[in-house]
């Protein structure tokens, strides 16, 4: 058995700092700038304590020289930070967007110990390919992201390390009059075809003439996953990075079940229509869009594939509005039917969406500079998770906030997302992703076989326990997606 240790620090102090640019609050030995922030940054403490825990650089721990991811970061190395972007705002009137994004607070305490690692020689790196409707301008400008990376570039200026803020996405779309109007722009990308190393390469013709990619034309989906290929397009600075610091914002998630390490690995994809998210119709028909055999589901299928032809290859949009205004009044009529209410793979039987991100996970870790797949990893990984603020109900892009007070710490996707599903309160076996992640398709592994989380903590109930030592009532019990209640051991509605 390989044991994976999994931080996990607890506070009563469910909020983020607020001062510019995030600095501690107290001038610890190590501490790369002069700066002091004059209110308490409880978050930067708690990731430093994080690290002491994991046993990083612990000989020195407390000292000028105590270099906590010296291990991880050697001088000259090329360093993503990938935090979770998603939105720019969040569509649930009732949230706010702690809940919804990664936030910079948590990112700058993670550059200060880069910094560190590097010694002044080296490239970092922190961007996402946010969901194709954000305002990434937006995003940055009101979260602190944008003075955040300002602030750093003055700090390096005399340095040899580079910082840079970047957005992954090659699409774009606005909503006009409930049709989404796509733009392109060129970035720097590679192409890279897993083939028979998909978790797709198993499956028939008539599966993917069936799969599907929410608000796309079915079309351009068939281009890149077929029984000939399974291809992603990759933001080359991913590819370069010889580091890989994974942030996610831990939530409840409408097609997966939840959003922790391993789907956050979605956002190094430029561009969504590579990325397969269900596939149409009931299981019975070989489907998991939803549960049952529905009549008015598959002619709403129908019309939505028009409207989206329309919309996103034909550019006419009169027409796509026209079978928009039809598939929504289908919409209102599906609930006559007396059958399962779930649509578009929002729901638990959604087996699509999971191989996707097991998909890009594999090449996440194996494929190297130039994009090409090799037997062994390729870059080195750590996950911090911002959980001080989370999200339930309709996660990821209309959240509500759930104080936790967590930041979490790992490095092994795999058992880090069992730890934290099993803390959410939802069922092991219904999140597909794990189910994939323990059993890949080909040779690219994400874990051993005999892995297993084990965790650490300042709360005694979790200290130094297996998963299945975990009492019920120490659990956090989100409130799952509606169409994933039956994924959840308790619904605190």
């Not at 990325?275 to 070989?286: A, R």
């Not at 949009?317 to 059958?339: C, D, L, S, V």
């Not at 062994?376 to 906030?401: F, H, T, V």
């Not at 398709?441 to 998963?467: A, F, M, Q, R």
Request: glycine residues 6%; aromatic residues 10%.
């Amino acid at each position: 058995m390989i044991e994976k240790k999994v931080a996990l620090i607890k506070t009563s102090k469910c909020y983020y700092p607020i001062e510019n640019n995030f600095r501690p609050s107290i001038a610890f030995p190590e501490y790369p700038f002069i700066e002091l922030s004059k209110t308490e940054n409880h978050v930067y403490e708690m990731i430093r304590e994080g690290f002491r825990m994991m046993g990083y650089d612990i000989e020195n721990y407390g000292s000028v020289n105590w270099n906590p991811l010296g291990d991880l970061i050697k001088p000259g190395d090329k360093v993503l930070i990938k935090p979770n972007m998603v939105m720019d705002k969040n569509r649930n009137v009732s949230g706010n967007t702690d809940c919804l994004y990664t936030q910079p607070s948590l990112v700058a305490a993670v550059i200060d110990y880069v910094i560190i690692a590097l010694k002044g020689y080296g490239s970092i790196i922190v961007g996402d390919a946010p969901v194709q409707e954000c305002n990434f301008k937006n995003l940055i400008k009101m979260s602190g992201y944008e003075d955040l990376i300002e602030y750093y570039r003055k700090k390096l200026y005399d340095s040899q390390i580079i910082i840079e803020l970047h957005d992954f996405r090659g699409l774009f779309s606005k909503t006009i009059n409930g049709i989404n109007h796509t733009s392109v722009r060129d970035v720097s990308s590679t192409t890279i075809d897993l083939a028979e190393e998909s978790e797709f390469s198993d499956q028939s013709a008539k599966y993917f003439e069936k799969m599907r990619i929410t608000n796309y034309d079915p079309a351009l989906l068939k281009k890149h996953h077929n029984q000939n290929k399974h291809e992603y397009l990759i933001n080359d600075n991913v590819l370069i990075a010889d580091v890989v610091i994974n942030m996610p914002k831990p939530k409840t998630h409408r097609k997966a079940g939840v959003t922790i390490s391993l789907k956050n690995i979605v956002g190094i994809n430029t561009r969504k229509e590579y990325l397969p998210h269900h596939v149409i119709g009931s299981i019975e028909e070989g489907g998991d869009e939803y549960q049952e055999k529905s009549i008015l589901k598959e002619i709403r299928d129908k019309l939505l594939d028009k409207r989206n032809y329309y919309a996103q290859t034909a550019k006419r949009y009169n027409t796509a509005k026209f079978f928009a205004h039809t598939a929504g009044i289908i919409n209102r009529t599906i609930k006559f039917e007396n059958k399962d209410d779930y649509l578009d793979g929002s729901w638990y039987g959604n087996d699509t969406i999971s191989k996707t991100i097991i998909d890009l996970n594999k090449i996440l870790f194996y494929s190297d500079k130039m994009g090409v797949l090799q037997e062994k990893k390729q870059r080195k990984y750590l996950i911090i998770a911002d959980m001080i603020i989370s999200g339930e109900k309709e996660g990821p892009l209309a959240p509500l906030p759930k104080d936790v007070g967590i930041i979490a710490i790992g490095e092994d996707p795999v058992c880090f997302d069992e730890v934290i599903l099993k803390l959410m309160g939802a069922k092991k076996e219904y999140i597909h992703t794990i189910e994939h992640a323990r059993n890949v398709v080909g040779n690219y592994i994400l874990t051993e076989g005999d892995s297993y989380p084990y965790l650490l903590s300042n709360k005694k109930e979790w200290n130094k326990k297996k998963i299945e030592e975990i009492s019920d009532d120490s659990l956090l019990y989100f409130v799952p997606t509606s169409g994933w209640k039956e994924a959840f051991y308790c619904v605190n509605e």
